[in-house]
């Protein structure tokens, strides 16, 4: 953590919306404006100790993961959610960044590449109304889809790496594009993509160096395991009918049951909790797996994941599986993601309940001391545990821990409700409400 003290939420009277303002206003002393627009620095605090890979090149500072494509995503809901459209000038400012700078980008990913600036553009040019950024996102899905190489194996691709930190995360990108765009052939070129994922997933006497769904080369996770590239083929069963997705998605999902322990009504897969590669990710597909199929099993894993960290006692006791961490990654960010998604889907009170307690944590443990806004101290590389930083990115940092105070913070409010922006790869209603709370009463 950072130097100011823990303190508890009885000491903070902050809502989640007015933590989120807190976060934007820091986010914002990390801005760089130069001709190509306005980018933000990954780790501005001066008692942060972590430098992003290759320092502030245009590269990095471009992602949906760390850089300016997920901080815009997160000033375009802080303008919804408050209703000032000062926030829309920065998300503006970095819009236009991203429409002066992704013909740098050679990565096509969804989290670290070109298919999360896709995704920004979309998103900025239908709430600014600019055409300029919604040319850009095409310009920018069609570089995509020419890119797309083919491999020995009949298939096409990208990286080769078909879980969703590579090419099934490009998939999800370019479903989202084709829907959001209306160009078809977006589409297209994701089934095709997806067609050799589910090929490969296939049983095989032996392990395929693929590390698509072979239980012994790949782990059970979502970003970068088994779960992640189940929900994919989930997902693609859900854009197109094709049984063979369907069942390489069950295949995946019988892997990830069978490492999995079951206590009681609660179940865990892996020593994490988080949605990179726990129980918050691994519930995504289960839930994904329900919403296209009806198979009511799968709902019950879900909510056997998420009873499961619930009793872990995290994140109000770090553990093994829930540390000293707070972002949307693999921290208390991306479980409000996981219980505020479970009640909008299925009302049950416990989840919302279970939401408003995490986020009254993670506002407690913010730092704000010298008055520039609120920052989380975190060690979120687990592989390097003394080095803590407070970070301005979505998936590591102020903007994605925001960006969930925001959707909780939607989620309260069924006489407004409003559209979050929710990554292709969650599964959750994208307005954060049962659906009977959205009826009016009869007469």
Same mark, same amino acid.
């Given at each position: 953590m950072g130097p100011d003290p823990f303190r508890s939420s009885d000491e903070r009277a902050e809502t989640p919306l007015t933590a989120a303002i807190m976060a934007g206003r820091w986010i914002r002393t990390a801005a760089v404006d130069d001709e190509s627009g306005r980018r933000w620095r990954a780790n501005p605090d001066p008692h942060g100790r972590a430098t992003p890979p290759g320092g502030p090149a245009p590269l990095y500072s471009a992602s949906l993961h760390?850089? *300016? !494509?997920?901080?815009? %995503?997160f000033f375009l809901e802080l303008a919804a959610g408050t209703g000032h459209d000062a926030y829309l000038e920065d998300a503006r400012a970095g819009a236009h960044y991203l429409a002066s700078t992704w013909r740098w980008q050679a990565d096509a990913s969804l989290h670290h590449g070109l298919a999360g600036v896709v995704l920004a553009l979309t998103e900025a040019g239908w709430a600014l109304g600019e055409e300029r950024f919604e040319s850009a996102a095409l310009a920018a899905? $069609?570089? +995509?889809v020419r890119s797309a190489r083919g491999f020995d194996d009949g298939g096409i691709g990208w990286s080769g790496d078909v879980t969703l930190r590579g090419d099934g995360g490009v998939v999800l990108g370019l479903l989202r594009a084709a829907a959001a765009l209306g160009v078809p052939a977006y589409e297209e070129m994701a089934v095709e993509a997806g067609?050799? +994922?589910a090929r490969l997933t296939a049983p095989r006497e032996r392990p395929t160096e693929c590390p698509a769904l072979s239980a012994e080369a790949a782990p059970p996770g979502f970003l970068a395991g088994t779960a992640g590239t189940a929900f994919l083929l989930a997902h693609l069963y859900g854009a197109t009918g094709e049984e063979a997705f369907l069942d390489a998605a069950r295949r995946g999902a019988a892997l990830v049951r069978a490492a999995g322990i079951l206590t009681g009504e609660s179940a865990t897969v892996t020593d994490h909790l988080g949605y990179c590669s726990g129980s918050a990710g691994i519930a995504r597909m289960f839930y994904e797996l329900y919403r296209v199929s009806g198979d009511g099993g799968d709902l019950e894993w879900a909510m056997r994941l998420a009873r499961g960290v619930r009793e872990s006692g995290a994140p109000f006791r770090q553990t093994a599986g829930l540390w000293n961490v707070a972002c949307q990654c693999c921290g208390t960010a991306g479980l409000i993601e996981l219980y505020v998604g479970l009640w909008a889907a299925t009302g049950e009170q416990e989840h919302l309940e279970f939401a408003r307690r995490l986020a009254d944590h993670l506002i407690g443990r913010a730092t704000g001391y010298d008055g520039r806004g609120y920052r989380w101290y975190?060690? /979120?590389?687990?592989?390097?545990?003394g080095e803590a930083s407070a970070d301005t990115g /979505? %998936?590591?940092? *102020?903007? @994605? +821990? @925001?960006a969930a105070l925001l959707h909780l913070d *939607? *989620? @309260?409010?069924? $006489?407004?409700?409003?559209?979050? +922006?929710?990554? &292709? $790869?969650?599964?959750?209603?994208?307005? &954060?409400?049962?659906?009977? !709370? %959205?009826?009016?009463?009869? @007469?």
């Open positions: 760390s850089g *300016a !494509a997920g901080i815009v %995503l899905a $069609d570089r +995509i067609r050799r +994922i975190q060690a /979120y590389r687990r592989h390097r545990p /979505y %998936l590591t940092g *102020a903007a @994605g +821990i @925001g *939607a *989620a @309260g409010q069924a $006489d407004r409700p409003r559209r979050v +922006i929710l990554l &292709p $790869d969650n599964p959750f209603p994208p307005i &954060p409400m049962p659906a009977v !709370a %959205l009826r009016r009463p009869a @007469g």
